[in-house]
């Protein structure tokens, strides 16, 4: 293995004198900062994502990964953030989001087992992934955090199998992705295959009484957060639970919908957010007690579908759970892959004994949404010979 040197506040230490008791001596003269270097490439560490956030998001692919959302969360959910940022010859090349978080191992199973980890994802329930830049340097960059970070470390949403034989890699919930060519929200319905336009016209009947406001997240009320933490007490893949000021002071990308009966009570709401080219579903709340009255939840994906349509979108991120109504209404699956991974050789063995208590169990199924002369596959191209909406195989 070729010596390394390590630089830390600016000063590099040679690798005959570095020892790991010197390194902790000099980081902490200087916590927000920790350099490795090995010949062209470096891999450095901050405490928060100001100082590089033009670099950074440079490389980000969705809005989620970028330095403003990343400062959001700094500061309206903090759980001990910090960054990895590899460069090869001084140039950002890649960069990976970690947070320190208990959440339940046992997720996907019917048992819980709550631990404190280490994520490599963004410190919010989303589907993006904490890895961003170019993939070719990703299993550099996981090798270094795996020999930095300690105890349980958990990958979050990445989606090509990363090449470390050390990894647990399992099944994350897939996300449901509607990718459309529709002109407006009539063509989307005309182009649905008779029983999904069927469900989406009787579901919509319920709503037909149905106010429906939009403002900025600044509108945000207790009222809000109370629906929102009922989808909390309930959800089974809940990693953590948020403030109100979270939801309060969003930026202006983010648009607060809600929806109110005639007795001006809330029934449900949704926060999406518009990034370039994609409009994508953030959170939503929802009170259970008039839910199966006015078909709330599918009425209020349907909401977020036509919203985007007629805005202009042709990628509507719907996220990730809810498996079968967003694939009828047209959500195409994609894959999403996590590992877990414990320096301890014996731990390993043991995540891995239990690996199918551990990841999703992939739905496999299939669903023709749209008539044949307009089909949707996971590519996201269009025509006759292509096969059904939510195909993974095309």
Same mark, same amino acid.
């Not at 350099?35 to 490389?59: A, C, P, R, T, V």
């Not at 989001?97 to 980890?117: A, G, R």
């Not at 993939?135 to 958990?154: F, P, R």
């Not at 009947?205 to 009320?221: A, G, I, N, R």
């Given at each position: 293995?070729?010596r390394s040197n390590f630089v830390v506040g600016g000063q590099e230490s040679s690798p005959q004198s570095f020892t790991a008791h010197t390194a902790?001596?000099?980081?902490?003269?200087?916590?927000?900062?920790?350099?490795y270097n090995n010949g062209q490439i470096s891999i450095k560490k901050l405490s928060s994502i100001e100082s590089i956030k033009h670099l950074w998001?440079?490389?980000?692919?969705?809005?989620?990964?970028?330095?403003?959302?990343?400062?959001?969360?700094?500061?309206?959910?903090?759980?001990?953030?910090?960054?990895?940022?590899?460069?090869?010859?001084?140039?950002?090349?890649?960069?990976?989001?970690?947070?320190?978080?208990?959440?339940?191992?046992?997720?996907?199973?019917?048992?819980?087992?709550?631990?404190?980890?280490?994520?490599?994802?963004?410190?919010?329930?989303?589907?993006?992934?904490?890895?961003?830049?170019?993939?070719?340097?990703?299993? &550099? +960059?996981?090798?270094? %955090?795996? !020999?930095?970070? /300690?105890?349980?470390?958990?990958? =979050?949403?990445?989606?090509?199998?990363? @090449?470390?034989?050390?990894?647990?890699?399992?099944?994350?919930?897939?996300?449901?992705?509607?990718?459309?060519?529709?002109?407006?929200?009539?063509?989307?319905?005309?182009?649905?295959?008779?029983?999904?336009?069927?469900?989406?016209?009787?579901?919509?009947?319920?709503?037909?009484?149905?106010?429906?406001?939009?403002?900025?997240?600044?509108?945000?009320?207790?009222?809000?957060? &109370? +629906?929102?933490?009922? %989808?909390? !007490?309930?959800? /089974?893949?809940?990693?953590?639970? =948020?403030?109100?000021?979270?939801?309060? @002071?969003?930026?202006?990308?983010?648009?607060?919908?809600?929806?109110?009966?005639?007795?001006?009570?809330?029934?449900?709401?949704?926060?999406?957010?518009?990034?370039?080219?994609?409009?994508?579903?953030?959170?939503?709340?929802?009170?259970?007690?008039?839910?199966?009255?006015?078909?709330?939840?599918?009425?209020?994906?349907?909401?977020?579908?036509?919203?985007?349509?007629?805005?202009?979108?042709?990628?509507?991120?719907?996220?990730?759970?809810?498996?079968?109504?967003?694939?009828?209404?047209?959500?195409?699956?994609?894959?999403?892959?996590?590992?877990?991974?414990?320096?301890?050789?014996?731990?390993?063995?043991?995540?891995?004994?239990?690996?199918?208590?551990?990841?999703?169990?992939?739905?496999?199924?299939?669903?023709?949404?749209?008539?044949?002369?307009?089909?949707?596959?996971?590519?996201?191209?269009?025509?006759?010979?292509?096969?059904?909406?939510?195909?993974?195989?095309?």
């Amino acid at each position: 293995m070729a010596r390394s040197n390590f630089v830390v506040g600016g000063q590099e230490s040679s690798p005959q004198s570095f020892t790991a008791h010197t390194a902790s001596q000099r980081c902490n003269k200087n916590k927000n900062t920790r350099m490795y270097n090995n010949g062209q490439i470096s891999i450095k560490k901050l405490s928060s994502i100001e100082s590089i956030k033009h670099l950074w998001d440079s490389l980000v692919t969705d809005y989620y990964q970028t330095s403003e959302f990343s400062l959001h969360l700094e500061k309206y959910n903090k759980c001990f953030q910090r960054y990895y940022t590899l460069y090869d010859r001084n140039n950002l090349m890649a960069g990976a989001i970690v947070y320190t978080l208990p959440i339940n191992l046992l997720t996907f199973s019917k048992k819980k087992l709550t631990l404190p980890m280490n994520v490599i994802g963004v410190a919010v329930s989303v589907d993006s992934s904490g890895l961003i830049g170019d993939s070719a340097y990703y299993d &550099t +960059l996981i090798d270094h %955090i795996i !020999k930095n970070e /300690k105890g349980i470390i958990l990958c =979050l949403n990445y989606e090509s199998k990363l @090449n470390q034989h050390r990894l647990i890699q399992l099944n994350a919930l897939p996300t449901f992705i509607v990718k459309h060519h529709f002109v407006d929200f009539n063509l989307y319905l005309n182009k649905m295959r008779h029983p999904y336009r069927r469900r989406v016209i009787q579901a919509m009947k319920y709503f037909e009484d149905v106010v429906k406001t939009t403002e900025l997240c600044s509108s945000f009320t207790d009222e809000h957060y &109370t +629906l929102y933490l009922n %989808i909390m !007490k309930k959800s /089974k893949t809940q990693l953590e639970v =948020l403030s109100k000021d979270f939801f309060k @002071n969003l930026p202006e990308n983010f648009t607060l919908t809600s929806y109110y009966n005639k007795k001006k009570e809330l029934i449900i709401w949704h926060i999406t957010c518009e990034y370039k080219d994609v409009y994508s579903f953030l959170f939503g709340g929802i009170n259970y007690e008039k839910r199966d009255e006015y078909h709330a939840y599918y009425n209020n994906l349907i909401g977020i579908i036509k919203e985007g349509i007629v805005k202009g979108y042709k990628t509507i991120n719907l996220g990730q759970t809810a498996e079968v109504p967003k694939m009828r209404l047209g959500g195409e699956r994609i894959s999403k892959k996590m590992f877990i991974y414990h320096r301890n050789s014996l731990v390993r063995f043991i995540l891995k004994v239990f690996k199918k208590q551990l990841e999703h169990k992939g739905n496999s199924e299939t669903l023709k949404v749209f008539k044949n002369e307009y089909t949707i596959c996971s590519s996201g191209t269009t025509g006759r010979d292509h096969r059904v909406a939510a195909c993974n195989d095309c």
